[in-house]
Nanobody
Framework: QVQLVESGGGLVQAGGSLRLSCAASVRTFSNYAMGWFRQAPGKEREFVAA????????RYEDSVKGRFTISRDNAKNTVYLQMNSLKPEDTAVYYC????????????????????WGQGTQVTVSS
């Protein structure tokens, strides 16, 4: 069983930055492709960013390109989401997700393809 625990959320003013972390309790973290999703009140969960097993392949949702960066440290079993130039529309609960995969290049933007999910961390951006 894989457990994912997010941290780093909070309240920030527009234009500010936050770094989210997701710690995984798993024997071989490098066997998992990882992703970040978010869900705002009254809206469906949406893809934010994804990263391959070794971190050399990434994908971003169009509205966060150039502002958010996903990265991972396999030695620490952790994936990160650096969020800069935050906007009020980034306000949401952010979820970390992971799935065991064979391919080193695999990334997924689809929530249904992820097996494991964290509990989420709230990010609130004030205007």
């Amino acid at each position: 069983q894989v457990q994912l625990v997010e941290s780093g959320g909070g309240l920030v003013q527009a234009g500010g930055s936050l770094r989210l972390s997701c710690a995984a309790s798993v024997r071989t973290f490098s066997n998992y492709a990882m992703g970040w999703f978010r869900q705002a009140p009254g809206k469906e969960r949406e893809f934010v960013a994804a990263i391959s097993r070794r971190g050399d392949n990434t994908r971003y949702e169009d509205s966060v390109k150039g502002r958010f960066t996903i990265s991972r440290d396999n030695a620490k079993n952790t994936v990160y989401l650096q969020m800069n130039s935050l906007k009020p529309e980034d306000t949401a609960v952010y979820y970390c997700a992971g799935t065991g995969v064979y391919s080193f290049n695999y990334v997924s933007t689809t929530a249904a393809e992820y097996e494991y999910w964290g509990q989420g961390t709230q990010v609130t951006v004030s205007s």
